[in-house]
């Protein structure tokens, strides 16, 4: 028997999550799907910036991550070759001047709970999203498989994608997209033991054509990445190998002295940067299925939560005019402010690590770090953004802030 809703979403990460919460509050009906157990392993940085934050907010699920011990990081430290880069996260720019830590087997099953909360949500665990329903390119619903071969035809008005970068919703409805290579590979592994060297930031580092990252987690961990060696290491040598990696670094050697690998090291390959049209009549894709970026960069989580958000309110309005399948247009579903961080991502994932190309960037910047923070600031104000301003607003708030007196991150709260 076909069952009818309003809206089906395929995937129940924070993307699929922040959609159905959201749309449901307003009154929609949502049938929330998902082919695996929540929570199920996965890599992550699991950084949450602050425009994130406002999402996790208006879901009333912000208390509950920082009980759950998310730790509070308030900026950006980039030590290369020697000098020091740092930007605070821009007070100005959002309710929220910090950014959030939470590792996903804590974050997953807050998120879901909440969305599961309104009465408006319905979830099938166990089951996935096979292949779209429709006809004359007009999505009309969807087809679920479940548990013993069981097989249900769902009519919706509107189908979302929202099963990461594998999604099988996004392969059927086959929209345009454009791909572009990411040069780097990582091995990366959770560590104890690591003191932070000032309020807790993002870290990256870069000395002689070698580069590594230190994010801090919940539970006075931090998630440690080195960039490509791991194919000539054994697998056995990892963790020794990870460890003296970044003890090599001059910033990091003091602070390792006690530190220690409290899980097993997993690599990271090439994940492509993937942009793709995330809507057709009836259709839209969000989270990583619609964008992917090089997870270094630690935007995953943020632009997920963000477009599961502008996705609601988008459809939000569509749903409450005429009773056909919705038929968003893209700019209502993609945020302007995304475009220049893709192509940024994806300009230095095309740099193979330690080659000249990538030297010579590291180099210009770290010739000019007072210039280069300045520019760290707007990248970090784009990434803050709650949502798109116009340009002479976000040019002063960053002059604001670049030209401010500086003050000691994140204030009070900071340790």
Same mark, same amino acid.
């Given at each position: 028997?076909?069952?009818? =809703?309003?809206?089906?979403?395929?995937?129940?990460?924070?993307?699929?999550?922040?959609?159905?919460?959201?749309?449901?509050?307003?009154?929609?009906?949502?049938? %929330?799907? /998902?082919?695996?157990?929540?929570?199920?392993?996965?890599?992550?940085?699991?950084?949450?910036?602050?425009?994130?934050?406002?999402?996790?907010?208006?879901?009333?699920?912000?208390?509950?991550?920082?009980?759950?011990?998310?730790?509070?990081?308030?900026?950006?430290?980039?030590?290369?070759?020697?000098?020091?880069?740092?930007?605070?996260?821009?007070?100005?720019? =959002?309710?929220?001047?910090?950014?959030?830590?939470?590792?996903?087997?804590?974050?997953?099953?807050?998120? %879901?709970?909440?969305?599961?909360?309104?009465?408006?949500?319905? %979830?099938?665990?166990?089951?996935?999203? /096979?292949?779209?329903?429709?006809?004359?390119?007009?999505? =009309?619903?969807?087809?679920?498989?479940?548990?013993?071969?069981?097989?249900?035809?769902?009519?919706?008005?509107?189908?979302?994608?929202?099963?990461?970068?594998?999604?099988?919703?996004?392969?059927?409805?086959?929209?345009?997209?454009?791909?572009?290579?990411?040069?780097? =590979?990582?091995?990366?592994?959770?560590?104890?033991?690591?003191?932070?060297?000032?309020?807790?930031?993002?870290?990256?580092?870069?000395?002689?054509?070698?580069?590594?990252?230190?994010?801090?987690?919940?539970?006075?961990?931090?998630?440690?990445?080195?960039?490509?060696?791991?194919?000539?290491?054994?697998? /056995?040598?990892?963790?020794?190998?990870?460890?003296?990696?970044?003890?090599?670094?001059?910033?990091?050697?003091?602070?390792?002295?006690?530190?220690?690998?409290?899980?097993?090291?997993?690599?990271?390959?090439?994940?492509?940067?993937?942009?793709?049209?995330?809507?057709?009549?009836?259709?839209?894709?969000?989270?990583?299925?619609?964008?992917?970026?090089?997870?270094?960069?630690?935007?995953?989580?943020?632009?997920? %939560?963000?477009?599961?958000?502008?996705?609601?309110?988008?459809?939000?309005?569509?749903?409450?005019?005429?009773?056909?399948?919705?038929?968003?247009?893209?700019?209502?579903?993609?945020?302007?402010?995304?475009?220049?961080?893709?192509?940024?991502?994806?300009?230095?994932?095309?740099?193979?690590?330690?080659?000249?190309?990538?030297?010579?960037?590291?180099?210009?910047?770290?010739?000019?770090?007072?210039?280069?923070?300045?520019?760290?600031?707007?990248?970090?104000?784009?990434?803050?953004?709650?949502?798109?301003?116009?340009?002479?607003?976000?040019?002063?708030?960053?002059?604001?802030?670049?030209?401010?007196?500086?003050?000691?991150?994140?204030?009070?709260?900071?340790?």
């Amino acid at each position: 028997m076909d069952l009818s =809703t309003d809206v089906v979403i395929a995937g129940a990460g924070p993307a699929g999550c922040a959609a159905a919460a959201l749309l449901a509050e307003r009154g929609h009906q949502v049938l %929330l799907v /998902e082919r695996g157990a929540v929570p199920h392993p996965r890599l992550c940085t699991h950084a949450i910036m602050p425009a994130g934050l406002d999402v996790l907010a208006r879901m009333g699920v912000l208390d509950q991550a920082e009980a759950a011990g998310a730790q509070r990081w308030w900026g950006v430290r980039l030590h290369l070759d020697g000098v020091t880069v740092a930007a605070p996260l821009p007070a100005g720019w =959002t309710r929220h001047a910090y950014g959030l830590s939470l590792r996903r087997h804590l974050l997953d099953p807050l998120l %879901l709970a909440t969305a599961c909360r309104c009465p408006a949500v319905s %979830l099938r665990l166990g089951w996935s999203a /096979e292949a779209l329903l429709g006809r004359d390119g007009v999505i =009309t619903g969807v087809r679920l498989h479940g548990p013993g071969g069981a097989v249900q035809r769902v009519r919706a008005r509107l189908v979302v994608a929202a099963g990461g970068r594998h999604s099988r919703l996004v392969r059927a409805a086959r929209p345009a997209e454009r791909v572009l290579p990411n040069r780097h =590979t990582a091995l990366i592994a959770y560590l104890d033991g690591v003191p932070d060297a000032g309020p807790a930031a993002l870290e990256g580092f870069y000395d002689r054509g070698r580069s590594a990252s230190l994010l801090p987690a919940d539970g006075g961990l931090h998630v440690a990445g080195v960039m490509a060696p791991s194919p000539y290491w054994r697998r /056995e040598e990892w963790p020794a190998r990870l460890l003296a990696a970044l003890r090599a670094y001059p910033e990091l050697a003091p602070r390792l002295r006690a530190a220690r690998i409290v899980t097993a090291p997993v690599t990271v390959r090439g994940l492509r940067n993937v942009l793709r049209r995330p809507v057709r009549p009836g259709f839209a894709a969000i989270g990583d299925a619609a964008a992917q970026t090089d997870p270094a960069f630690g935007q995953g989580i943020s632009w997920a %939560l963000r477009s599961g958000a502008r996705l609601a309110d988008a459809a939000d309005a569509a749903l409450r005019q005429g009773a056909g399948p919705v038929c968003l247009p893209a700019r209502q579903v993609w945020e302007p402010v995304f475009a220049p961080l893709f192509a940024g991502i994806s300009l230095l994932s095309l740099l193979s690590p330690g080659s000249t190309a990538e030297r010579l960037v590291v180099a210009s910047v770290a010739q000019s770090p007072r210039t280069s923070a300045a520019a760290l600031r707007l990248l970090l104000g784009l990434g803050a953004l709650p949502r798109p301003a116009p340009a002479r607003q976000i040019a002063a708030a960053w002059a604001g802030g670049a030209l401010a007196r500086p003050v000691a991150w994140g204030g009070a709260d900071a340790p």
